[in-house]
């Protein structure tokens, strides 16, 4: 990966590379049954400053280990968070998740926001109320 960047130069338009933390559909005991002890969030620090160090620009996170990994990583390191769900919405196969505005609040640069919108019976109505969530946040 970090050869992939490095061929890419400091160009601004080269694609940004992210390497995934802990998965936000895993939980501790998940963690345990693949050989981890760890907390998860201390885990997802560890993986992401690996992250950093081997070269990538940056993480996928739940929104739970999200400001730890700020603080490690610093403020230029982006951060992507999955599992974002409105606030009425269904958690489904995920563990760990947050609403738009506690993942905008946790400090995501980008957010994942995929069957609250695909099974909404009007995605563009849910697609504006998530956005008026994230812009709750930034009030």
Same mark, same amino acid.
């Given at each position: 990966?970090k050869?992939?960047r490095?061929?890419?130069?400091?160009?601004?338009?080269?694609?940004?590379?992210?390497a995934? /933390?802990?998965? /936000?559909?895993?939980?501790?005991?998940?963690?345990?049954?693949?050989?981890?002890?760890?907390?998860?969030?201390?885990?997802?620090?560890?993986?992401?400053c690996?992250?950093?160090?081997?070269?990538?620009?940056g993480?996928v996170?739940?929104a739970?280990?999200?400001?730890?990994?700020? @603080?490690?990583?610093?403020p230029?390191?982006?951060?992507?968070?999955?599992?974002? @769900?409105?606030?009425?919405?269904?958690?489904?196969?995920?563990? @760990?998740?947050? /609403?738009?505005?506690?993942?905008?609040?946790?400090?995501?640069?980008y957010?994942?926001?995929?069957r609250?919108?695909?099974?909404?019976?009007?995605?563009?109505?849910?697609?504006?109320?998530?956005?008026?969530?994230?812009?709750?946040?930034?009030?």
């Amino acid at each position: 990966m970090k050869a992939a960047r490095e061929a890419a130069g400091d160009r601004k338009d080269r694609p940004k590379l992210l390497a995934v /933390t802990v998965l /936000t559909s895993f939980d501790e005991a998940t963690l345990r049954e693949i050989g981890m002890s760890d907390p998860i969030e201390s885990r997802a620090v560890a993986l992401a400053c690996l992250a950093k160090k081997a070269g990538m620009d940056g993480a996928v996170c739940s929104a739970h280990e999200a400001r730890a990994i700020r @603080r490690a990583c610093g403020p230029k390191f982006i951060i992507l968070i999955p599992g974002v @769900r409105p606030s009425r919405g269904a958690a489904n196969d995920q563990s @760990r998740i947050a /609403t738009p505005a506690e993942a905008v609040r946790a400090g995501a640069n980008y957010l994942v926001v995929g069957r609250p919108i695909t099974a909404a019976p009007n995605p563009r109505s849910a697609v504006s109320a998530i956005v008026d969530e994230m812009k709750s946040a930034l009030q």
